[in-house]
């Protein structure tokens, strides 16, 4: 079993609709990330958080929007999304960034766009 | 920006026959990690190396670190139906960096 947890597994929303996506992790990682994967494709980097921080945001649209209550908890707010986002979301953390690299992902979170 | 070649694209193979994987670059990695995603699920760590040269296992994985730090090799041995998956490799440049780049992925079918 994963030790980062996300939920929902399955979501699907209208473009108008506003959903988030939460992620929760209890293994005292200090990095979170978020990953959007398209299908027999790799993980495509959106978001990582450091020490509860904003560190990297890979150009993402404005209508995904991340928020780390805490050291544990991950959300992804998603708002006005478009048909082309659906993909599985994958939230991962790592006990810090850089050279250690070793990344654990959840389960992911399949979103459909209508 | 820094890519990894990851290939074959895609095996078929019979159970019980062993499995060779592999990636390539053309820029010195830190880190090399082996994940393998089954379908609707996240990508779960089979094996991390740190050392240009070492080799590590796990159960019938073997993995090795390139001595020029820019290539990784994953082995099977013996193939199951459950080794069925995508097989990505990863890699990290190391420093502050946080971004892991990874391989564009193997398809392993093992047909019984």
């Known amino acids: 079993d994963t030790e980062v947890t996300q939920t929902p597994k399955h979501l699907v929303m209208g473009m108008t609709n506003k959903k988030s996506l939460k992620c929760e992790q209890h293994?005292?990682?200090?990095?979170m990330y978020w990953y959007k994967q398209k299908a027999k494709k790799p993980p495509e980097l959106m978001f990582v958080?450091?020490?509860?921080?904003?560190?990297i945001n890979e150009s993402v649209p404005s209508r995904f929007s991340p928020e780390c209550p805490n050291s544990s908890l991950l959300n992804l707010h998603l708002h006005a999304l478009q048909p082309e986002d659906s993909a599985l979301y994958l939230c991962?953390?790592?006990?810090?960034?850089?050279?250690?690299?070793?990344?654990?992902f959840g389960e992911g979170s399949r979103l459909t766009v209508l | 920006g820094q890519q990894l070649n990851q290939s074959p694209q895609s095996m078929f193979i019979q159970e019980g026959e062993d499995v060779s994987m592999n990636c390539t670059s053309s820029s010195i990695f830190n880190t090399w990690l082996w994940y393998k995603q089954d379908p609707g699920e996240g990508p779960v760590l089979l094996i991390a190396?740190?050392?240009?040269?070492e080799l590590t296992s796990n159960g019938r994985l073997t993995a090795q670190f390139g001595i020029t730090r820019k290539d990784s090799f994953l082995n099977i041995s013996a193939s199951i139906p459950s080794d069925v998956g995508i097989y990505f490799c990863a890699s990290n440049s190391g420093g502050s960096n946080y971004k892991l780049t990874f391989g564009k992925g193997t398809l392993l079918t093992v047909n019984p």
């Open positions: 190396l740190y050392k240009a040269g």
């Open positions: 293994m005292g990682h200090r990095a």
């Open positions: 958080y450091s020490y509860e921080k904003l560190s």
């Open positions: 991962a953390s790592s006990q810090r960034g850089g050279a250690t690299g070793e990344l654990f």
